[in-house]
């Protein structure tokens, strides 16, 4: 008779797409570790469960193959089940069950009991905020609330994430403390539409409220503010950042494009002469504040004229730091309805002249740092320097700051006084001098 395996299987979750998916994936670990589950991220397991991203043509691409590579190690025998949850799994389940049918299971991006449940596993409300970061021991991603209610044209989030929803000021309090109390030393918050918090709940924009309670959390040295919306911006956020240590001087807020005509179709809400107030106001209120953005090109309808005025806009804005989508063509938007009449090649020409023109900028921003010192955290070691950020630097998407190990030991996670001796497009070298 054959006798039942009683070996613990090991669960490998893997994760694909934004910084809210990794806030999933790690409150689903979080879930299987208090379930006494073998968990690990991206490494070997008998059991595998795919966190997929479905917003963009790339990045349905890339979940896709994912999917069929473990079905393909499945079919091989090197895994045993495979499970498959995510914004993709979400937005197109049915296709999916029907194209790949040995997929175990799919789920949506509401289902963690379920998908628990099929891990043989029970969904723990008691554990708010428990979670298996994945990040680096300093720096943690704090999602401050789910969904979107914006109507932009082009965008699926809405689609797969349903409506904005507020997580309670306390709730927050208790995950950021726990996370304090793990070492993290930085919290990076993230959300569809992080300006838009509270408004569902406190039925008043609450962010600054949210932030006045997070700087009290002892360990906690930064904060950093991701994913803003330019319309009905809470600019009591700036006052406070600005006086406020531990609030990173940095802002990221896609700002999608600057011609009204776009922007309008767009459906953003916002118009040229309001963003760049809006820039405006950030520049005034927190000198010497970072602005990240992202902008979209190639839209329906985008003229050259239109083209003209973005590259003209990105340099004379200079934005610290920029990046460039192309724009996809998204059944079930509102923007699907349009014409998708630029060429592919034109879209990606027009990328890449953005992000030419963006290294120009921040090639020569870098060059005004040379000399000046900056406080830097130490996010790892690689080869023969020690990689670190300021604060004015995101993990992952924006510059870094190297600095030679040979100059001698530096702690992961700590923070030293650098002196910015050479500088690059994206990266700028340092000397340790406190
Ligand atoms: S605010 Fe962001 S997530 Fe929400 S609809 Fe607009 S682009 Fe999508």
């Known amino acids: 008779m054959r006798t039942k395996s009683t070996k613990k299987h090991t669960i490998n979750v ?29 490494q070997e397991g008998e059991v595998v469960v795919i966190n997929t991203c479905g917003f963009i043509d790339n990045a349905k691409e890339e979940s896709v193959n994912t999917i069929l590579s473990y079905v393909q190690k499945k079919q091989e025998g090197l895994v045993e089940k495979v499970f498959v949850t995510g914004c993709l ?16 299971q799919y789920f949506g991006t509401t289902e963690l009991p379920s998908l628990l449940a099929a ?36 965008c699926a989030i809405p689609l797969m994430r349903g409506k904005h929803k507020s997580k309670t000021i306390e709730d927050l309090i208790i995950e950021a403390t726990k996370l304090a109390n793990d070492g993290v030393k930085e919290l990076i918050l993230i959300a569809q539409d992080l300006t838009y918090y509270g408004l569902d709940l406190y039925k008043k924009r609450a962010l600054k409220d949210l ?21 009905g911006f809470p600019l009591e956020v700036l006052d406070f950042m600005r006086q406020e240590p531990k609030i990173c001087n940095y802002i990221d807020i896609p700002l999608q494009h600057i011609s009204d005509t776009v922007l309008k179709s767009m459906r953003r809400g ?28 190639g839209y329906p309808g985008e003229t050259q004229e239109d083209f003209d005025l973005l590259k003209q806009w990105v340099k004379d804005t200079k934005f610290d730091r920029l990046g460039c989508f192309t724009y996809s063509h998204e059944e079930n938007t509102h923007a699907f309805n349009l014409e998708d009449d630029v060429p592919e090649e034109v879209k990606m020409q ?14 020569a921003l870098n ?5 000046k010192e900056y406080r830097v955290v130490i996010d790892r070691k690689e080869g023969e320097y020690y990689v670190a950020r300021t604060e004015f630097d995101s993990p992952d998407v924006d510059n870094e700051v190297l600095i030679p ?3 001698g030991y530096l702690r992961q996670g700590n923070f030293y006084k650098v002196l910015i001796n050479e500088a690059e497009d994206f990266d700028l070298y340092a000397k340790v001098i406190d």
């Open 350 to 363: 027009r990328a890449n002249e953005i992000m030419a023109l963006q290294s120009d900028i921040s090639w």
């Open 211 to 231: 932030l006045e309670e997070l700087v009290k959390i002892e360990g906690i040295e930064w904060i950093r503010l991701h994913y803003a919306f330019p319309s």
């Open 119 to 154: 891990l043989g596993a029970d969904y723990k409300h008691e554990l708010v905020g428990e979670r298996l970061t994945t990040t680096p021991k300093n720096y943690a991603y704090l999602k401050i609330a789910e969904g979107c209610d914006r109507p932009c044209s082009f």
């Open 405 to 407: 190990a040979q100059q």
């Open 270 to 297: 916002t118009t040229e002469e309001k963003t760049n107030a809006l820039i405006r106001e950030f520049r005034q209120r927190v000198p010497g504040i970072a602005i990240r953005t992202t902008l979209i090109v």
């Open 89 to 104: 799994s979400e937005r197109y389940k049915p296709d999916l069950i029907k194209e790949i049918p040995d997929v175990d």
């Open 14 to 42: 893997v994760t694909l797409g934004c910084s809210k998916n990794v806030y999933d994936s790690e409150v689903l670990m979080g879930q299987l570790r208090a379930n006494n589950k073998e968990v690990v991220h991206e």
């Open 367 to 371: 060059q005004e740092k040379i000399g």
